[in-house]
C-alpha cells in the first residue's frame, strides 16, 4: 500500500519558520515529479511547489523567495522549508505524487493527509 505521510505542521507566529516533510512508503517516487499543495479555510487548493526527478524546481509566485522544497530520494522523503511565514500561508498542506498531467493542476495519483499550519499575526 502506497501512502505519504506529512508532518511539522504546527502553530508558528507571523515571520517565523517551519519544516514540513512528506514520507513515502510502499514504493519509491524517485523517478516521479513531487510536489506541495495548500487548501486555506474557504478555499480552493492550490499549488504551492513542485520539484521533479532531475530536480527542476517551480514555486506558486506568493511563496518564491520564502519557501524551498527539496527531496531525499535516499529516504524516499520531500520537504518544505517555510521562511517568513505569514497569516495568509495559514493552510493544509499536503504532498503530492506521480502528476497525471501539469503539476500545477493538482491531478495527482498519490495524496497525503495533509498536516495544518497556523500562522498568527
Known amino acids: 500500500q502506497v501512502q505519504l505521510v506529512e508532518s511539522g505542521g504546527g502553530l508558528v507566529q507571523a515571520g517565523g519558520s517551519l519544516r514540513v516533510s512528506c514520507a513515502a512508503s510502499?514504493?519509491?517516487?524517485?523517478?516521479?515529479?513531487m510536489a506541495w499543495f495548500r487548501q486555506a479555510p474557504g478555499k480552493e487548493r492550490e499549488f504551492v511547489a513542485a520539484?521533479?526527478?532531475?530536480?527542476?524546481?517551480r514555486y506558486a509566485d506568493s511563496v518564491k523567495g520564502r519557501f524551498t522544497i527539496s527531496r531525499d530520494n535516499t529516504k524516499n522523503t520531500l520537504y518544505l522549508q517555510l521562511n517568513a511565514l505569514k497569516p495568509e500561508d495559514t493552510a493544509v498542506y499536503s504532498c503530492?505524487?506521480?502528476?497525471?498531467?501539469?503539476?500545477?493542476?493538482?491531478?495527482?495519483?498519490?495524496w497525503g493527509q495533509g498536516t495544518r499550519i497556523t500562522v498568527s499575526s
Open positions: 503530492a505524487a506521480v502528476p497525471r498531467g501539469d503539476f500545477k493542476t493538482g491531478d495527482y495519483v498519490y
Open positions: 510502499g514504493r519509491t517516487f524517485t523517478m516521479e515529479t
Open positions: 520539484i521533479t526527478w532531475i530536480g527542476g524546481i
